[in-house]
């Protein structure tokens, strides 16, 4: 990776989210492999949660019964104890129908979900890890630096127009429109403020347009190939899953 936090332009220019959002060379062989830190971290706490309790059946759908099986040699399972794999003492491996995915499978309860009095997401765009990033002389590094941080802000609310689904069966419908804070230096120094996603695609629109050339973000798609010797492994590692 032809970047580094003293000259992060190469990466910018292809890739400013990873700047963003963090990122490493896990190929490089040596701890001079490029490093950077992420500068936006979010995380959304539930305060005062409890887990729930869940119930968990199923009815077989064409009535099969428990029936014995064993466990196939070179099937998911079969009838035949002959072609059913042995244990260590020559005898065939049983196996409930259940395992195999039939017959009904009896009630039960356990532990999941959660109920909360109240969820919370803390967003941070760390400006101080945006200043660690060089790319160029100072006044280059300065628009750079911009371009990430109204980037981040754009993503941010970006996310509160999507919504917030985290998996199945958990999503999150805001209670009030989340508010802003711009931190100084000292506790004191704090300036509030909101933002809706026009006003951040317009702060984007207008840091970008004051980048340097040599800054520009590059627009045309990069194809990578993969190489023989990658392509070898694939075709090796196949044929060696199906045997």
């Keep these: 990776m032809n970047a580094r936090v003293s000259d992060a332009t190469a990466l910018f220019r292809y890739a400013p989210n990873a700047l963003l959002f963090g990122a490493w060379d896990s190929r490089s062989n040596s701890l001079q492999g490029a490093r ?21 059946s ?7 019964r428990s029936t014995e099986i064993y466990k196939g040699a070179t099937e ?3 009838f035949d104890a002959d072609k059913a794999e042995k244990d260590s003492r020559g005898n065939p491996l049983k196996l409930e129908v ?3 995915g039939h017959s009904n499978i009896p009630p039960t309860i356990e532990s999941g979900g959660v109920t909360a009095r ?5 967003a941070v765009i760390s400006l101080t890890q945006l200043r660690q990033l060089q790319f160029g002389d100072q006044e280059a590094s300065n628009s750079a630096r911009t371009v990430l941080a109204a980037l981040g802000l754009y993503a941010l609310v970006s996310q509160i127009q999507t919504g917030y689904a985290l998996r199945s069966r958990c999503q999150l419908q805001l209670a009030a429109y989340p ?4 931190l100084g230096s000292m506790p004191d120094e704090i300036k509030q403020f909101s933002l809706t996603l026009e006003d951040a695609k317009a702060l984007l629109t207008d840091a970008l347009g004051k980048l340097p050339k040599q800054l520009a973000w590059e627009t ?3 194809v ?8 070898t492994l694939i075709a090796r590692s196949a044929a060696a899953a199906a045997n």
């Design 36 to 56: 950077f830190s992420r500068a936006l971290v979010s995380e959304i706490v539930a305060l005062d949660a409890e887990i729930g309790r869940r119930t968990k």
């Design 58 to 64: 199923r009815i077989c759908p064409v009535g099969i």
């Design 76 to 78: 998911p399972y079969t």
């Design 98 to 100: 259940t395992k195999v």
């Design 118 to 122: 109240e969820i919370i997401q803390t």
């Design 179 to 182: 508010h802003f804070q711009l």
């Design 220 to 222: 045309t798609p990069t």
């Design 224 to 231: 990578l190939q993969p190489s023989d010797r990658l392509l």
